[in-house]
Each structure stands twice: as structure tokens, then as C-alpha cells.
């Protein structure tokens, strides 16, 4: 099994841009969750999804931020626009049935917003 | 509410025993965890144990849990460079969404 993939690993922009994050969760796996990770804040659970529907999106940050999942093997973050404030690594992780808990991250992106 | 606490450092030496602790606040925990984050990997889960335990050993791992102090810990024995990383406690709540809450991690410095 490859794991979760995502993509791109790093990622640079100016300002103002629009960011896309991209993840493919293990196959089978019913729940993908999106974390911020910050030396300031820590890891931060941003959204997730259950069967590709979204079920807790408090912690995403603001307007700015919106995630989907359109099928069961896809979902992207998107920051629009970006600020030098969401520079981070960014985490996708998937669980099986019954066991979020068990999680299984990806190798994350680095975002760096100048 | 959920709160999960760990130290942010400990520092020891290649061949001794490493102990990471953690202690939580939810007496309703479920499953207790113990994630190891490598430099520029994402978590990898480690090892978990049931509420209803008081002890679980794999190979060079041993997880203690004292429901009644909420307090858990990691054991590493015969510790290697290669264990050097951030440790991560998370905790999921009965009746909760099962969405685990993480402790700020504990980065393990192995030096030789």
C-alpha cells in the first residue's frame, strides 16, 4: 500500500495567491482529516470527512479556507487568499472504519506564504 | 473538556531507557495513543492502548496507563539514535466523536 500521497511536498507563493493542496487517502479508508501543524500552535485539526462528507469544519481558520473531498480517493485544501500567516506543514491523514483515532498521515506539504 | 499535556523536551542517553509522559484530563477516555513524528514525515502511530488496561508491551515499546491519576506514559528501552523524534499522546473520548485530541508532542533527543 503506498499510503496517504500528497501533494505538492512544498510549496512557495507570494501573497495574495491561491493554494491547493492535494491528498489521496489509503484505500478503504472511510475518514480524511486535514491538520495544520505550526511550532507556535501545534497540530491543529482543520476538517474532516466521513464518506466524503465534510462533518466538522470548525477548526478551519476562516472564509479563506475551503476543503472538498469529491470521491472517495481525493480531496484538496484550498486557501484563497493566501497570507504569510498560513505558512505551515499541512497533514492529511485517513482512518479506517470505526478507528479515527487510528490515523495514517501523509508526509505533509510545507507551505510557505512570502 | 479534552486536554492532553506532555513536556516539550527530555534528553538521553544512547543504550538507557527513554519514559515519556503524558496526562490527560477526559476521565472517559476510550483509547489512549502514543504517534512518533520523524523530521519532515507526518505522524506514524506507534502503539495504542484500551482504557481498560493498565499495561501494554511491544518489543521495545512499553505503554502505562494509571486511569486514576490520567496519566500515561511510553517507555522506550535501550534507546537508539534512530528513536530520536517527536512523541505524540492523543486521547479519543466515549460518546465523543472519536476524533482523537493530541498533546503538543515531546521532541526525544538520543545522543551517544
Known amino acids: 500500500d503506498a499510503g496517504v500521497i500528497q501533494s505538492p511536498r512544498h510549496e512557495v507563493t507570494e501573497m495574495g495567491q491561491e493554494v491547493t493542496l492535494r491528498c489521496k487517502p489509503i484505500?478503504?479508508?472511510?475518514?480524511l482529516f486535514w491538520y495544520r501543524q505550526t511550532m507556535m500552535r501545534g497540530l491543529e485539526l482543520l476538517i474532516y470527512f466521513n464518506n466524503n462528507v465534510p462533518i466538522d469544519d470548525s477548526g478551519m481558520p476562516e472564509d479563506r479556507f475551503s476543503a472538498k473531498m469529491p470521491n472517495a480517493s481525493f480531496s484538496t485544501l484550498k486557501i484563497q487568499p493566501s497570507e504569510p500567516r498560513d505558512s505551515a506543514v499541512y497533514f492529511c491523514?485517513?482512518?479506517?472504519?470505526?478507528?479515527?483515532?487510528?490515523?495514517?498521515f501523509g508526509p505533509g506539504t510545507r507551505l510557505t506564504v512570502t | 473538556g479534552e486536554d492532553v499535556e506532555q513536556s516539550l523536551f527530555l534528553s538521553v542517553r544512547e543504550g538507557d531507557s527513554s519514559v515519556i509522559n503524558c496526562t490527560y484530563t477526559d476521565s472517559s477516555s476510550t483509547y489512549l495513543y502514543w504517534y512518533k513524528q520523524e523530521p519532515g514525515a507526518g505522524l506514524q502511530l506507534l502503539t495504542y492502548?484500551?482504557?481498560?488496561?493498565d499495561m501494554k508491551q511491544d518489543q521495545r515499546l512499553t505503554v502505562l496507563l494509571n486511569k486514576k491519576d490520567k496519566h500515561l506514559s511510553l517507555r522506550i528501552a535501550d534507546t537508539q539514535t534512530g528513536d530520536s523524534a517527536i512523541y505524540f499522546c492523543a486521547e479519543t473520548v466515549t460518546g465523543g466523536s472519536y476524533i482523537p485530541t493530541f498533546g503538543r508532542g515531546t521532541s526525544l533527543i538520543v545522543h551517544p
Open positions: 484505500s478503504g479508508h472511510n475518514s
Open positions: 491523514a485517513s482512518s479506517p472504519s470505526g478507528g479515527a483515532g487510528e490515523q495514517y
Open positions: 492502548i484500551f482504557s481498560n488496561m
